[in-house]
């Protein structure tokens, strides 16, 4: 399937639209069901892309076929600013977690928050991660993947950002066929495992310590 997306690529900046929001939800749910946002309620979860919008530091991107959302990602400049840029819903999120009982995502932000998580990843390549751009989240619609879509849209988010491997981007993983995708397509490299119940996350980097 032969697409052009050329004109189909949105960088939010302050705004995003409810429809927008709803579809991109929608993909976390589908897509990332493993992540932490996947866990929040609808409400919660609008909160935290409002806030994305309007963030110096964390950039939302979405490719859009016929005017809906077939992928999406979430870039931080740094990985710190993935909990310094949320900062005013920390209270918000946990308060949610805890009254739908999601006690195994409390325990994973709690490994996020102490860097618990990093007990099994090399200290040179931790001070290189966090220097460095983080793809925190990305996803394409099931029926658009295996096409080119993702490496296309994942090629203009890099020129954009000029990666490069003095311009470094890390991104973690659950998934054994991702990893692969970005071995294959961009030369990433496995550098170690974050800590996570109940599965562990891959993580990579373009950029060797």
Do not use: H, W
Not at 115 to 127: E, G, S, T, V
């Amino acid at each position: 399937m032969k697409l052009n997306f050329k004109k189909s690529i949105v960088i939010y900046k302050n705004q995003i639209s409810k429809k927008e929001k709803k579809e991109i939800m929608f993909l976390i749910r589908k897509e990332n069901k493993k992540s932490i946002l996947s866990q929040l309620s609808e409400n919660v979860l609008f909160n935290y892309l409002n806030l994305v919008v309007k963030s110096k530091f964390l950039i939302l991107f979405s490719l859009k076929f016929k005017n809906k959302i077939v992928a999406y990602a979430l870039v931080a400049r740094k990985p710190s600013y993935l909990i310094s840029e949320i900062s005013s819903l920390k209270f918000l999120i946990l308060l949610d977690l805890f009254a739908r009982l999601k006690i195994l995502t409390i325990i994973n932000l709690f490994l996020t928050f102490s860097k618990i998580d990093n007990l099994f990843i090399d200290k040179n390549f931790i001070k290189l991660k966090e220097k460095s751009l983080n793809l925190n989240l990305l996803a394409v619609k099931e029926n658009f993947q295996s096409n080119g879509v993702g490496k296309y849209f994942l090629k203009y988010i890099f020129n954009k950002l000029k990666v490069s491997k003095k311009n470094n981007i890390t991104c973690e993983t659950f998934s054994r066929r991702a990893t692969k995708f970005y071995q294959n397509k961009f030369a990433f490299k496995v550098m170690g495992k974050k800590i996570r119940f109940f599965k562990t996350l891959t993580v990579l980097s373009l950029q060797e310590t």
